[in-house]
């Protein structure tokens, strides 16, 4: 009796072992930069933005804790973070009378998330500037909180006459469509008497069962490095993708040509552009949008890759897009912007600029930025 079922059992489990062997030695590309996502996922002490001394109102946060320090570390970076008496990233650049100040706003990439203090692109354009560039960055920010944050603290930055504002296309189109959800009990986003915007279940996904499991098997050290496990992931999450769901990395909602994802953030940025406008004319300041692109627009390898993963075909994604449309809707608005993905996508090693889990812009990637926007950058807010 106990030989039969360990029979059985064997039976079961030598197709799964075999599957698991071949996986591991022939598999696709998709599965094997997973596995290595995963393996940086391991031995993260600190990986949490939780205990950060944040100055914050009901609805975001606005600054940080002036004169504060505090440490970043996960698997892929280490490093410490220095705010400044204003409540704002240092910039560990020498005090210098400067000609004017400009403050820079932006999410996590401008703020720095994963380089030094003096490794930020802000940093090192303030550096070499008779200008005085101000790191105004917050994680999880986009455009609608960067435009209270100037209506809130633009007389205690000095009044500053000229502002920019970092749009990151990664992830800044999605950030403006939550920031227009009233609440998590409604279906609609209301942004105008005659604008509905859809409620997107990649924003607020309604597959709770799915993704608990999904949590689940992440967290679990044992099934995480399976990679039979990750295969039948990718076999379900497509399945779910079929029905609509569009639980994916941002940046391809926003690419592909077969989405209205692309449509509906365009009319809440064109809402936003209005009241920054007004509260420009109001405040007496000018302002520049720079165009900061996903890792996915300038390295094709892995848009390929991540595209298989995700089931789409290459003829359903338009990789320029996000920046048509943003360029153009900045354009109709008489907004100047400095767009970068060029100049990044034209750098020799593009694998290096980005981290490989997170998404953001290596010490290298901080770099290159800084020189992309530098010289376009100072001759429209000189």
Known sequence: MVLGGLLILFGLLAPILVFEG?????????LDLRMREIALNDNVY?????DWPVECSELHCYMFAPNSEFQVVTQEYSHGVTIDQHGNR??????????KVVPILGDSFTFGLGVEDNETFVSLIDKVSSIRYMNLGIPGNSVTQHIDIVERRHSSLGSPSNYVFIFFLGNDFQNILESHIISSEKDIVDVGEDSDINYYPTITNKFNILSSLNEYVIQ?????????????RHKLLMIVNQSSADLMDPIFLVMRKDKYYLTDAKQVLEHELNRLDQLASKLNFEYVFVIIPDRHQINRDLLLTRSQYYGIGEEQIEVDLPNSVLAATLESNDVPYVDITPCMADQENIVSLYYLRDNHLT????????????????????
Not at 46 to 50: A, I, K, Q, S, V
Not at 90 to 99: A, D, F, I, K, V
Not at 366 to 380: F, G, Q, T, Y
């Open 22 to 30: 071949l996986l591991r030695v022939i598999g696709p590309a998709w």
């Open 46 to 50: 600190l990986d949490t933005d939780e």
């Open 90 to 99: 240092s910039n560990r650049n020498l005090e210098t009378e400067p000609s």
């Open 220 to 232: 679990d050290a044992f099934l995480s490095k399976l990679y039979v496990v990750q295969w039948v």
């Open 363 to 382: 010490v290298n990637g901080h770099r290159v930025a800084a020189r992309c926007m530098k010289n376009a950058l100072e001759e429209i807010v000189r």
